[in-house]
């Protein structure tokens, strides 16, 4: 059964969804827009179903092992000052090759706080692929603050692999990530965290992957930014509890007054887990930034190009 | 003023001291030996002055600027049961250049807990090269637990290296280890910690390391075995509050059903921070046993040659 709803967006909504939904978001398929804590309009595919909840704000979106390829959208975006929390629930059947693209746009213009708090679950059968990509972003030139408190736990099944693309592009005053990630045998992770914080921007990444199944396996890359006066803690945590394989790479760029602290825990609990972390803070490539400035760029123009490229 | 108190020494403490000063311990020059709770015998040299301290127990190293190329031997012994807590506070003048040779043993028959918590603090001036050996040990068919929690804190100033390198052979039912260091400018810090375990035995270290300093540099070493059902728990932190350069490696292997698990930090709160951290987890090298066994050593003795080379 495929439903559909459909709704007129403002300039601003549209302009934000622009920023986080890299896919391209349209009303069509499956996918659902939250707006300042109200489903707007949602639609489903022949392979995806979302249902709202009716405990609690939210959605369950049921994916069925037919579905290969796919996409769902999820945005979420505030206009609004307040706050907003939201439990979003996949079931993904065996089989199911799917993309869910979610993310967070704040416009703000108030005074007051505006904050989402998406708490996501992932039930994520055998033999899945799922990629799953989350862009946070905040805008607007309100004093309000601008928050995203994002809880993602992600179950996965045997055989199955889960990406996890996660970005902060800009403007989040502040953020505590927690995610918890577990994996039965053969299960395979791979994670893409990208932050960048400036001014007084305070983030927490919290993330919790525990390599419960035989020859499972966890790739985890994260790559941050710090400017300005603002912080960042980054707290990942791998444990192998199986004969398992884990790669932990966490690398900083620190500018002006940043701090950066990084806090990678690696527990290996079975003999044949292997753990391997790696972690670097630093300044900016002093060798990069002369060769740009040969070619003419200014260094604030050297900078933002040798960023971009260590983000990407 | 030289002074000198020597001593007759049985068999026991004889043999141990053997195994914990590698740097062969004679009653000559400056030195002091405790045993069982009690200063049994201590020497001066002509630039090394010990003093017994008179508010609690423990004795007050002061070092000349003129010792160069200079040893004091400091170890400590117990062959019976109980808790000895001592503190040693070491005072170590300008462009002194000096070896510090410490350690504690345990030879335990008893059914009741020996427990020796060593509380260290250096006082380093400028221009120094200081070196501090620790070995851990404990030995002895006792059933009750071996026990040695030492806190070491190290205050190194301007232009001094500090080497610190501290071992745990064996037969140390627990132990947790603090130690915490400040480097001044140009101040340099090399750590070397090897830490087996079996059966049993459980073992954390902490260790904290503030690069105050411009220039300051940390380059620490950890390497450790687990075997049987122990468990280890490292914490290094290294906190670069300046112009610095730190360099933390964590090296283990796991055998058996012990635990490891490393929690390195690093916290960059200055620009010119330059902070690296790595960290493995794994089993013992297949391949090096495979090759090891076709020369003609059974498995157990290849275990042996490998892990002893990786702890070298």
């Known amino acids: 059964m495929e439903s559909n709803q459909t709704a007129k967006l403002d300039k601003v909504t549209e302009d934000v969804l622009k920023v986080i939904d890299s896919y391209g978001f349209k009303q069509e398929g499956a996918y659902n827009l939250r707006l300042n804590g109200m489903a707007v309009c949602h639609g489903d595919s022949r392979h995806i179903h979302i249902v709202k909840k009716e405990d609690k704000p939210g959605i369950d979106i049921h994916i069925s092992g037919e579905a290969k390829d796919e996409q769902v959208h999820i945005p979420v975006v505030m206009s609004q000052e ?40 992932f ?77 007084g921007q305070t983030a927490i990444s919290n993330m ?22 603002s912080r960042q803690v980054f707290h990942p945590r791998a444990i192998g509890n199986n004969r398992c394989h884990a790669h932990v790479q966490c690398d900083s760029i620190i500018m002006d007054t940043a701090e950066i602290s990084s806090i990678p825990e690696i527990d290996a609990k079975h003999v044949d887990a292997q753990i391997i972390h790696e972690a670097a803070i630093g300044r900016i490539n002093d060798e990069q930034l002369v060769k740009l ?12 190009v040798i960023i971009e490229s260590f983000l990407k």
Chains 1, 2 share one sequence.
């Open 123 to 199: 039930h994520v059968g055998k033999g899945c692929n799922v990629k799953y990509v989350e862009n946070h972003y905040a805008e607007g030139n309100g004093t309000g603050q601008k928050v995203l408190n994002p809880v993602t736990k992600i179950y996965v099944g045997e055989d199955s692999t889960f990406t996890l693309e996660t970005t902060q592009i800009k403007g989040v005053d502040s953020t505590e990530r927690e995610n918890y990630i577990e994996l039965a045998d053969n299960a395979k992770l791979f994670v893409t965290e990208k932050l960048m914080t400036d001014e």
């Open 208 to 229: 919790d992957v525990e390599l419960n199944g035989e020859n499972s396996s966890a790739r985890i890359v994260s790559r941050s930014v710090g400017k300005g006066t």
């Open 293 to 304: 400035r040969t070619f003419g760029l200014n260094e604030e123009e050297a900078e933002a």
């Open 82 to 121: 307040g706050v907003d929390v939201v439990y979003n629930d996949f079931y993904i059947e065996d089989g199911a090759d799917v993309t869910i693209i979610a993310g967070c746009g704040i416009h703000g213009e108030g005074c007051s706080e505006t904050r989402h708090d998406g708490i996501h679950a």
